[in-house]
């Protein structure tokens, strides 16, 4: 090859842009069905606009498809239809990288600094790449859960700073979905390091499920459980709909209209990147409108602090009245978790009333304040105390780990929050 082609095809290569995405359900079990239909959902909008399969990296526990409480073994569905009306699988063709006990804090750190350390596929991208991390899960003040584990606030955003240290990006934009999910980001995203990020939620509530019981039918078949969420929703349909002139601002503000039960809300590099094209970060401008489906109510929401207990209530209200075995089991599974949410209820008010009656605190303030959440540190030791000394923390418990966060901003003192913990399930 001639010296000046050679040069001209380094060239090339050196400033072509090329588009990647982080895709992440963090949850596992048949009653967070909704996660890994969205995430799936987001893969299937990347590779329909012409994202290669090797730019995208998938996370997902992968338990629900093949479960034996998906009545349609091994395809998922992130809206119903009316019976005669086949859904939209979007679990076909959904590669997933990272799967079971590989989906962890650790690996999703690993995979957006490109460190090889992770156990499988990794960002290699470059400073003219543009970035898209969805991640879909639960979540509390100042963290995202993990099947195992937890992702604070503090790590996510020095794993950013890093990637913009490195020149990993051009652009990032961050699509998250979580209770609290606002915590992530408000006064620890920089607005100058070309991030977007929009959450769910502020930093104060819940996020919602969306096409949940009654309205969870694929084809006259009940799923009985959520089988979307609600922002993650309102933002893919608007993407499937294949709008090429959408900004990102101008999709934020679609989604923010259409998420009722929450505030969504957006950080970063609001002003700087608002205008820039949307299918820019999820299509390489080729955004294509998916076939159309006719559309169907979001009416049926629920708080995401409570669709395992609505997913367990609809099978058993929907289960076979002869089949006595069955039913029974569901039965004794709803009341478990009836029980296991009368417990988390009790032990961390007990906890608040200990610490705070150590400190002479005002009790109101560590069970309804909203304290921005800072002391990292306190927030991982008290959480690792109460695993260890109490119980796991369920999806439904998550909504008390704001009391662990208002003790340890209340307080200023580890010791005192794990010492009221450990008192009250000794």
């Known amino acids: 090859m001639p010296l000046a082609l050679l040069l ?39 590779i329909r606009n012409g994202v290669p399969a090797d730019n ?14 998906n009545p349609f073994p091994g395809k998922l569905f992130n809206k119903p239809t009316e019976e005669g009306t086949p859904g939209v699988d979007v679990y076909d063709g959904c590669v997933i990288d990272y799967k079971g006990s590989e989906v962890t804090p650790k690996n999703f750190i690993a995979v957006l600094k490109g460190d090889s350390s992770a156990s499988g596929k990794v960002l290699k991208s470059g400073s003219n790449d543009k970035v898209f991390i969805n991640f879909v899960d639960h979540g509390a003040p100042g963290l995202v859960a993990f099947p195992s584990g937890y992702l604070h606030a503090d790590e996510l955003n020095s794993a950013l700073k890093y990637m913009n240290e490195n020149n990993m990006y ?14 992530m980001f408000d006064g620890l995203l920089p607005d100058n390091i070309k991030i977007y990020a929009t959450t769910a939620a502020n930093g104060k509530e819940s996020s919602w499920g969306t096409y949940c019981p009654p309205s969870s039918k694929v084809d006259g078949k009940e799923l009985n459980t959520c089988l979307g969420d609600l922002y993650s929703v309102n933002w893919m349909e608007d993407a499937d709909r294949g709008n090429t002139t959408e900004t990102l601002e101008g999709q934020y503000e679609i989604v923010k209209d259409e998420t009722s039960k929450s505030h969504v809300m957006e950080y970063g590099a609001v002003s700087t990147m608002g205008s820039d094209l949307a299918d820019g970060f999820w299509g390489a401008l080729t955004a294509k409108a998916v076939k159309k489906t006719p559309p169907v109510s979001k009416e049926f929401l629920v708080d995401s602090r409570d669709v395992a207990l609505q997913t367990f209530y609809s099978q058993y209200i929907n289960a076979d009245a002869m089949d ?33 009656a150590e400190n002479n605190g005002i009790l109101e303030n560590a069970l309804n304040g909203h304290y921005a959440p800072k002391s990292f540190d306190c927030h991982r030791a008290a959480i690792q105390a109460y695993e ?39």
């Open 56 to 69: 995208i990296i998938t996370m997902s526990y992968d338990d629900v498809a093949g479960s034996s409480e």
């Open 388 to 426: 260890q000394q109490c119980a796991v923390i369920t999806d439904y418990a998550l909504k008390h780990v704001g009391i662990l966060v208002n003790l340890c901003e209340i307080t200023k003192d580890t010791a005192t929050v794990v010492k009221a913990v450990k008192a009250t399930c000794a």
């Open 170 to 183: 051009s652009e990032l934009v961050f699509y998250l979905e979580a209770c609290e999910s606002g915590s």
């Open 8 to 46: 001209a095809a380094f060239a090339l290569k050196a400033t072509s842009a090329d588009n990647y995405a982080v895709l992440v359900a963090g949850s596992s079990g048949y009653s967070n069905y909704r996660h890994q239909a969205d995430v799936c959902h987001a893969y299937q909008i990347l």
């Open 324 to 356: 006595i075995q069955s039913r029974n089991e569901l039965a004794d599974k709803l009341i478990s978790e009836i029980q296991l949410r009368q417990f988390a209820d009790t032990t961390f008010l007990n906890i608040a009333k200990t610490a705070m």
